[in-house]
């Protein structure tokens, strides 16, 4: 499974992927750090390469509206990214795909993959969320102008773009993960510096 996509970006086709009897891992790079919603027993410091963390997915759900969208992160190919690679138990792991699945795909615009993760036991394959470049939902280059006007004002049901770029920060940091490019694109927020904390 090292490295391959779904068949088919369909749950089913998701749940099939993934044995029954085996513990399911899965790759988070952004608010599955800090939020993740299902149960698990080990998680590690991890890296994959061939893929970067950015913040220019289009967001009119969760952290913005379709009158004002606001961005998520995404795993866009390119580069290398850490981040945490957490083992849910075999039990569980059907269900945490589902509920994986209700709160990454609500519109389908991912494409799972599964990619290699070094831990202390060896590489695992991992669930990660991917975009690629030609996805509507991927941004393109955006201006110093518009990541300042989307820290403003973008705000959808899980709250604003900036509170959720300011989490992962902080998460990032917690676990060690220098983001030099998150760390500047939060001198963008107005009248804030990088890494405050929004209760």
Not at 21 to 30: E, G, I, P, S
Request: aromatic share 10%; net charge positive.
């Amino acid at each position: 499974m090292e490295n391959t996509r779904m068949p088919a970006p369909t749950l089913e086709a998701l749940q099939a992927q993934h044995p029954a009897d085996q513990d399911l891992w899965v790759f988070a790079y952004a608010s599955l750090i800090w939020r993740q919603e299902f149960e698990h027993t080990e998680q590690y410091l991890t890296r994959v390469h061939g893929w970067h963390r950015a913040l220019k997915m289009w967001s009119q759900i969760n952290r913005g509206t379709p009158e004002c969208p606001g961005l998520v992160f995404a795993l866009l190919p390119g580069g290398s990214c850490q981040g945490v690679v957490f083992r849910i138990p075999a039990a569980q792991a059907q269900q945490a795909l589902v509920q994986l699945w209700q709160r990454e795909m609500p519109r389908a615009v991912y494409t799972p993959r599964w990619l290699p993760c070094p831990t202390p036991q060896g590489t695992v394959n991992a669930l990660a969320f991917t975009l690629p470049r030609r996805s509507p939902s991927f941004t393109g280059t955006l201006t110093a102008a518009q990541y300042q006007a989307i820290f403003a004002h973008a705000r959808g049901r899980y709250g604003t773009t900036l509170d959720y770029a300011r989490q992962t920060y902080d998460s990032l940091q917690a676990w060690g993960i220098e983001d030099r490019a998150l760390h500047a694109l939060l001198a963008h927020a107005p009248s804030t510096s990088p890494g405050a904390a929004q209760a």
